[in-house]
């Protein structure tokens, strides 16, 4: 009996040492190049922004079977400036901050859609007495935005991955809409401004080993050592 269980602990130590975890199937994503954006007011500005292809060649080599599965936007480095227009028809003083907020549309050239983000808030200080308008600082900023919506699947992700250095049309006009909060005014944003920077993000699934490949061939080479040393204790105990 004893044999027997030293046989099968044997048997189980050299199995499982050639034994080594299946690939495991992640997501991620890859940031593509930048383009920069200018809006004041609430008219639309026709351009057409372009971006970095998805790369292979940036991903690393321990990434394998690497699937691009589509595409969102996110917005970087942006910053609301300019002035906001406020009128004070209440008859009592109305102290700041004026709290406001814009929303960034664009419109998408691979289809008759646009992406709306998520709203930036942006604010002014000041006092205005009653029956007094003025033009107050406005600031505010982000960064980080990404469009709420979930990301575009791709059907046939060939024509975004090559070539990587060919920038990608994807934009072709944007505009801001703009609203005020509080407290209770009259406000106009004609000379209200927002910048900042847009990219794409390419999300993609890949495969990577849990364990590099030398590893399971030496714990063989260590099981089996081991297998014909516990042989020869049992061949001398029989």
């Given at each position: 009996?004893?044999?027997?269980?030293?046989?099968?602990?044997?048997?189980?130590?050299?199995?499982?040492?050639?034994?080594?975890?299946?690939?495991?199937?992640?997501?991620?994503?890859?940031?593509?190049?930048?383009?920069?954006?200018?809006?004041?007011?609430?008219?639309?500005?026709?351009s057409t922004l372009g971006f970095s292809r998805f790369n292979l060649n940036t991903?690393?080599?321990?990434?394998?079977?690497?699937?691009?599965?589509?595409?969102?936007?996110?917005?970087?480095?942006?910053?609301?400036?300019?002035?906001?227009?406020?009128?004070?028809?209440?008859?009592?003083?109305?102290?700041?901050?004026?709290?406001?907020?814009?929303?960034?549309?664009?419109?998408?050239?691979?289809?008759?859609?646009?992406?709306?983000?998520?709203?930036?808030?942006?604010?002014?200080?000041?006092?205005?007495?009653?029956?007094?308008?003025?033009?107050?600082?406005?600031?505010?900023?982000?960064?980080?935005?990404?469009?709420?919506?979930?990301?575009?699947?791709?059907?046939?992700?060939?024509?975004?991955?090559?070539?990587?250095?060919?920038?990608?049309?994807?934009?072709?006009?944007?505009?801001?809409?703009?609203?005020?909060?509080?407290?209770?005014?009259?406000?106009?944003?004609?000379?209200?401004?927002?910048?900042?920077?847009?990219?794409?993000?390419?999300?993609?699934?890949?495969?990577?080993?849990?364990?590099?490949?030398?590893?399971?061939?030496?714990?063989?080479?260590?099981?089996?050592?081991?297998?014909?040393?516990?042989?020869?204790?049992?061949?001398?105990?029989?």
């Amino acid at each position: 009996m004893v044999t027997t269980r030293l046989l099968l602990a044997a048997g189980a130590l050299a199995a499982g040492v050639l034994w080594a975890p299946a690939a495991q199937a992640l997501t991620t994503t890859q940031t593509s190049s930048s383009s920069g954006f200018t809006v004041t007011g609430t008219s639309p500005v026709s351009s057409t922004l372009g971006f970095s292809r998805f790369n292979l060649n940036t991903i690393g080599d321990e990434k394998v079977n690497v699937v691009l599965l589509g595409y969102d936007y996110i917005l970087t480095d942006v910053n609301v400036s300019g002035v906001i227009s406020v009128f004070n028809n209440n008859a009592s003083t109305i102290n700041g901050p004026f709290n406001s907020q814009v929303v960034l549309n664009f419109d998408r050239l691979d289809a008759n859609s646009n992406i709306a983000f998520n709203p930036i808030s942006a604010t002014a200080a000041g006092s205005l007495s009653p029956g007094s308008s003025a033009n107050l600082p406005l600031t505010g900023s982000a960064n980080g935005v990404f469009s709420p919506d979930p990301y575009i699947v791709l059907a046939n992700p060939t024509p975004y991955t090559a070539p990587p250095s060919t920038p990608l049309p994807s934009l072709t006009s944007y505009q801001a809409s703009w609203s005020y909060l509080s407290p209770p005014a009259l406000t106009g944003f004609a000379g209200s401004t927002v910048s900042g920077r847009i990219a794409v993000r390419w999300h993609y699934s890949y495969d990577i080993q849990t364990v590099p490949a030398p590893l399971p061939l030496l714990g063989a080479g260590v099981g089996f050592a081991f297998s014909r040393n516990l042989r020869r204790r049992i061949r001398g105990l029989a």
